[in-house]
Nanobody, 122 residues
Framework: VQLQASGGGFMQAGGCLRL?????????????VGWFRQAPGKEREFVAA????????IYGDSAKGRFTISGDNAKTTVYLQMNSLKPEDTAVYYC????????????????WGQGTQVTVSS
């Protein structure tokens, strides 16, 4: 399974960005994709996850009310719409995949993309 994260960039506080995670290669009939982020000097943090079917959506505390995770009809791309961005959202954002149900635990994901940088200025 290969994952390619994209869509990061530079944004002012209050702005919006949409990240994409393209899933390719040998995939399983049932899998979930999660978004995690890591700010400089901090541990990687769970952001959101969704099952391939579109169910099983969960959010980390930092994402609730501002971020929305979704998938396309072809089930090959997962999006993370980020609204009302804050400087504390600055981080490298990673997408990851695991078999079956979605999870907020980093250790339960077996496949990882390379990350995309998001920088939010105040």
């Amino acid at each position: 399974v290969q994952l390619q994260a994209s869509g990061g960039g530079f944004m002012q506080a209050g702005g919006c960005l949409r990240l994409s995670c393209a899933v390719s290669g040998r995939t399983f009939s049932d899998y979930s994709v999660g978004w995690f982020r890591q700010a400089p000097g901090k541990e990687r943090e769970f952001v959101a996850a969704i099952n391939r079917s579109g169910s099983g959506i969960i959010y980390g505390d930092s994402a609730k009310g501002r971020f929305t995770i979704s998938g396309d009809n072809a089930k090959t791309t997962v999006y993370l719409q980020m609204n009302s961005l804050k400087p504390e959202d600055t981080a490298v954002y990673y997408c990851a995949a695991r078999v079956r149900w979605s999870s907020s635990f980093e250790r339960e994901y077996n496949y990882w993309g390379q990350g995309t940088q998001v920088t939010v200025s105040s």
